[in-house]
């Protein structure tokens, strides 16, 4: 062995430890890399959850939106119907009623069909030609509608030929009776939910699902065609919606793609299977900020972890192995004997200044490894404190998207409590002023006007509302353009106006007020102009364009239902003049339908049913074909004989006479059938007319007539015979004086029956007089 | 009241009328020229006296009590010996159907009061002539 080899054996087992305390350096550098790659990934981590949670969030918001969207269709479909109801064009023939739909159908093209159905099912007018009934199992509208006589929808369900969801919508025609004469229905398709979609400008990969009860699918955006009508109850989504009704969750959609899905019930209620609504967010486009974020950050990290090594590595080998090496070349020389040189480490620059400046270089390098490892832990802080910024700051863009949230949806359901409030209500009036309450607080107006145009002839504007003003100080009307409110009405467009330091003074209660903003709305419905709601604030704070446009949507809505309210009443008034006129009119008039149930019946004929007079319990008030009453009647054969001749023919036109043996009173009775301009048989009319007082007279004039002819002739041939024997015989004195005393007697006879006669003609004049009852 | 009348005598006449202004005036017509004059209150007493006296001329009000002039006549013709006996009728209604009932029940001639004595006379002497 020799000194040399001994040396280079040496070295190579000092180089092995002294790897070995550079592989720990290198691994305590990893050590500190660690715990930032661990909060690194917790990072992504909560990164991940929360772009979860708000995909979801919004997948339901979105669901809801579509269920409200679904509800405000569905409070149209209602509207519509009732104004429908009411139209007399629905209550006339087919082809008015057809021409009518048609018509109406091209101005609300959202509907697929418009409809009128008889009470039996059968369609008798449509404004899509072809469809003749209703079949009950699959819509579920109709019966709700008979039975409740009320609103009612059907269920959605697929349309066979159009491969498409439709859902009907009723309302039944009343007469004014209270029975249901037919039924107006609505079709609705699906098809508004890929408008919705499309206007929507939904995250590219979102799909909207409406599905049924039993998991088919009714809806779905996009690609409706290659989705609607399947049935799939195992799908993970389905089976999710099916068993939650409502919520939020993360699953595979129908395609296999996973997304995150809010849903909820599209439109549930009473009797009706519910439908829901899933909307779908990708999973991919959801998480690909967060991962992309990761991906970033571990590259940085990589990059710095791999020049830390680099460093550490380097600076080991010149700081602490080569240093190293040298004092152990110095120690293995050492070792070979060299005694003195060891002793003279301690006092000599020699192998000992060597050694300690080895040392003080090892200790340097030390030195500056732990400012390079407090570098990096500042670094380190640094980072930290950064990530903490950027989490604050999503944190807190999370909360103002959270409060837009609310905000809209504090909005919507203001809108939807408006429609309901206004629906509650069809006097105008009363609507008025519901109607500017609601605009002057959502606008957050201090004071407010109602102007309506009730009549459509008369187009001066009316005050019929007032809001923190005091109405009896206010123009009762204005004419058309005048004033920024008639402006608005003529121009058909909001007008705005501001003060500014000149404000305009109007009378409040006990107040003067002074206004510094104004807002002119017409209320627009179609071609027509309802009137003009004018809103103000006192502060100086100008109206929004977000205001405007809330007021002006609001404005639309109100007018749909002060049009609804000037038709009811309008209809109302007219049947009321109607009634009155029936009511007023001698006759009795009487209506009753093919299977004889009444129609129609004045108060004239409620009093002179003749079963009603006779005490037959339970008669109709028209009952002309009622054989009960015959045995009642002076001559129940004739009676017989009309009811049987009404029976056995339906055109059978004809009048008869018949006298009520108890009470001898005697009536004229009129009857034909009743059709509409087609011939179809609406009913039978029947008329009546007492003829008691004419009979009386009749008969108080004959028996007149007769005791004439008997009475007066009697006395009158005793005169007349004496006369003439006066004149022609020569008679002695005292024939010719009992003669004449015979024409005096029969004369003063003859005067008191002629007197007689005529107190009687007198009684005849006063019982043939109408009756005043 | 009654005269039974010598049938070789004088002509009798009959004169039925519940009413005796009207009697009297009847009476006082015919008794200037002779006739001899039976007189009956009602319907059943005109019956039994026509049977009875077999007048040559009846004179009968339409509208008597009890038994009607129409009735009466209608007996008198199915009577054998009285069915060809002339009889004036009376009446206090002047309507068209009266008198075609009067003549179908088989008066000869028909006269409404008022009616002239002096028709009357002319009228009765008529028929007796013709039946002579």
């Known amino acids: 062995v020799t000194p040399h080899g001994d040396a280079r054996t040496g070295r190579a087992g000092s180089r092995l430890s002294l790897s070995g305390l550079r592989t720990r350096l290198l691994l305590l550098v990893l050590l500190v890399l660690l715990p930032i790659l661990g909060l690194m990934l917790y990072t992504a981590l909560s990164e991940r959850r929360e772009a979860a949670d708000k995909a979801q969030r919004t997948a339901l918001r979105l669901a809801r939106v579509v269920a409200v969207n679904q509800?405000?269709?569905?409070?149209?479909?209602?509207?519509?119907?009732?104004?429908?109801?009411?139209?007399?064009q629905v209550r006339s023939d087919d082809v008015t009623c057809n021409v009518y739909l048609s018509d109406l159908l091209r101005r609300w093209p959202r509907y697929a069909n418009l409809g009128v159905v008889a009470p039996g099912g059968t369609v008798v007018c449509s404004a899509v030609p072809g469809q003749t009934s209703v079949d009950e199992r699959e819509s579920g509208f109709f019966e709700h509608v008979l039975s409740n006589r009320d609103f009612a929808r059907g269920e959605y369900r697929i349309d066979g030929a159009g491969g498409r969801a439709i859902v009907e919508f009723g309302y039944p025609v009343l007469d004014d009776r209270g029975r249901v004469l037919s039924v107006v229905f609505a079709m609705l398709?699906?098809?508004?939910?890929?408008?919705?979609?499309?206007?929507?400008?939904?995250?590219?990969?979102?799909?909207?699902?409406?599905?049924?009860?039993?998991?088919?699918?009714?809806?779905?955006?996009?690609?409706?065609?290659?989705?609607?009508?399947?049935?799939?109850?195992?799908?993970?989504?389905v089976e999710a919606v099916l068993a939650r009704r409502e919520g939020a969750t993360e699953a595979r959609g129908?395609?296999?793609?996973?997304?995150?899905?809010?849903?909820?019930?599209?439109?549930d209620g009473p009797g009706v299977r519910d439908v829901y609504v899933a909307a779908g967010m990708p999973r991919a486009a959801a998480l690909a900020e967060p991962s992309r974020q990761l991906k970033r950050d571990l590259v940085v990290l990589g990059a710095i972890g791999a020049l830390t090594l680099v460093a550490a590595w380097a600076g080991g080998y010149f700081f602490l192995l080569r240093p190293m090496d040298a004092l152990a070349r110095a120690a293995r020389r050492l070792s070979a004997g060299d005694l003195s040189a060891r002793t003279g480490l301690h006092h000599e620059r020699g192998e000992l200044g060597e050694l300690?400046?080895?040392?003080?270089?090892?200790?340097?390098?030390?030195?500056?490894?732990?400012?390079?490892?407090?570098?990096?832990?500042?670094?380190?802080?640094?980072?930290?404190?950064?990530?903490?910024?950027?989490?604050?700051?999503a944190n807190h863009d999370l909360e103002q998207a959270l409060a837009s949230l609310t905000e809209e949806k504090e909005r919507v359901e203001a809108l939807y409590q408006f429609g309901e409030q206004m629906a509650s209500e069809s006097e105008f009036q009363a609507l008025s002023r519901i109607v500017l309450t609601e605009l002057c607080e959502s606008a957050a107006a201090d004071v407010g006007t109602l102007y309506a145009i009730e009549d459509e002839s008369d187009l001066d504007l009316a005050l019929s509302a007032s809001h923190g003003l005091d109405s009896d100080r206010l123009p009762a009307r204005l004419r058309t353009g005048e004033g920024l409110a008639g402006r608005a009405a003529v121009e058909r467009r909001v007008v705005a106006a501001s003060y500014g330091e000149t404000r305009l003074r109007l009378p409040a209660f006990g107040e003067e007020v002074s206004l510094q903003h104004e807002l002119h709305v017409p209320l627009l419905h179609g071609d027509r102009s309802l009137g003009v709601a004018s809103v103000a604030r006192l502060?100086?704070?100008?109206?929004?364009?977000?205001?405007?446009?809330?007021?002006?949507?609001?404005?639309?809505?109100?007018?749909?239902?002060?049009?609804?309210?000037?038709?009811?009443?309008?209809?109302?008034?007219?049947?009321?003049?109607?009634?009155?006129?029936?009511?007023?009119?001698?006759?009795?008039?009487?209506?009753?339908?093919?299977?004889?149930?009444?129609?129609?019946?004045?108060?004239?004929?409620?009093?002179?049913?003749?079963g009603r007079i006779v005490g037959i319990d339970g008669a109709d008030a028209v009952d002309g074909r009622s054989p009960a009453v015959a045995e009642h009647t002076a001559d129940p054969q004739a009676y017989l004989g009309a009811v049987e001749a009404i029976e056995s023919d339906p055109d059978w036109v004809g009048a008869d006479e018949y006298e009520l043996a108890a009470s001898g009173r005697s009536f004229e009775r009129y009857t034909a059938p009743v059709r509409n301009p087609d011939g179809k048989l609406l009913g039978r009319i029947f008329t009546i007319r007492?003829?008691?007082?004419?009979?009386?007279?009749?008969?108080?004039?004959?028996?007149?007539?007769?005791?004439?002819?008997?009475?007066?002739?009697?006395?009158l041939a005793s005169i007349f015979g004496y006369a003439e024997l006066l004149?022609?015989?020569?008679?002695?004195?005292?024939?010719?004086?009992?003669?004449?005393?015979?024409?005096?007697?029969?004369?003063?006879?003859?005067?008191?029956?002629v007197n007689d006669f005529q107190a009687r003609v007198l009684e005849i004049e006063d019982s043939g007089a109408p009756q005043s009852s | 009241m009654l005269t039974p009348g010598d049938s070789t005598m004088a002509t009798t006449v009959l004169l039925c009328d519940d009413e005796e202004v009207l009697r009297s005036l009847v009476r006082a017509t015919l008794d200037d020229d002779g006739y001899s004059i039976l007189e009956a209150r009602d319907g059943d007493e005109s019956l039994e006296l026509a049977r009875s006296a077999r007048p040559d001329l009846i004179v009968l009000d339409m509208m008597m009590p009890g038994r009607s002039g129409l009735d009466v006549l209608q007996e008198l013709r199915?009577?054998?010996?009285?069915?060809?006996?002339?009889?004036?009728?009376?009446?206090?209604?002047?309507r068209q159907s009266d008198r075609e009932a009067a003549v179908a029940a088989g008066a000869d001639r028909y006269l409404s009061k008022p009616f002239s004595p002096l028709e009357l006379i002319s009228v009765v002497e008529d028929l007796l002539d013709r039946r002579a």
């Open chain 1, 254 to 267: 129908l395609d296999g793609i996973p997304r995150f899905y809010g849903f909820t019930p599209l439109l």
């Open chain 1, 189 to 237: 398709s699906l098809d508004w939910l890929n408008e919705l979609a499309a206007d929507a400008q939904l995250t590219p990969g979102t799909t909207l699902t409406v599905l049924d009860h039993g998991g088919t699918v009714l809806g779905r955006y996009p690609e409706p065609e290659r989705w609607i009508g399947r049935s799939l109850p195992t799908a993970p989504i």
């Open chain 1, 71 to 88: 509800e405000q269709l569905s409070d149209e479909a209602r509207q519509l119907l009732i104004t429908l109801a009411q139209a007399p």
């Open chain 1, 356 to 393: 300690s400046q080895t040392f003080d270089e090892m200790a340097d390098s030390l030195e500056r490894r732990e400012e390079e490892l407090r570098q990096l832990n500042d670094e380190l802080d640094e980072r930290v404190r950064e990530r903490t910024a950027q989490l604050e700051s």
């Open chain 1, 539 to 610: 502060a100086d704070e100008v109206f929004s364009p977000g205001d405007v446009d809330m007021i002006e949507h609001l404005a639309a809505q109100a007018a749909v239902a002060l049009s609804n309210a000037v038709s009811l009443a309008s209809a109302r008034r007219q049947a009321s003049i109607n009634r009155a006129v029936l009511d007023a009119t001698v006759e009795g008039i009487g209506l009753i339908d093919p299977q004889g149930n009444t129609l129609l019946a004045n108060a004239s004929m409620e009093r002179m049913s003749p």
């Open chain 1, 690 to 715: 007492e003829l008691t007082a004419e009979r009386k007279a009749e008969r108080l004039k004959s028996e007149l007539l007769a005791t004439v002819e008997h009475e007066l002739r009697r006395p």
């Open chain 1, 727 to 753: 004149v022609a015989r020569d008679l002695d004195e005292a024939t010719r004086e009992s003669y004449l005393d015979t024409i005096y007697r029969e004369s003063g006879r003859l005067t008191t029956l």
């Open chain 2, 78 to 94: 199915k009577d054998p010996e009285l069915e060809n006996t002339p009889v004036v009728m009376l009446t206090a209604r002047a």
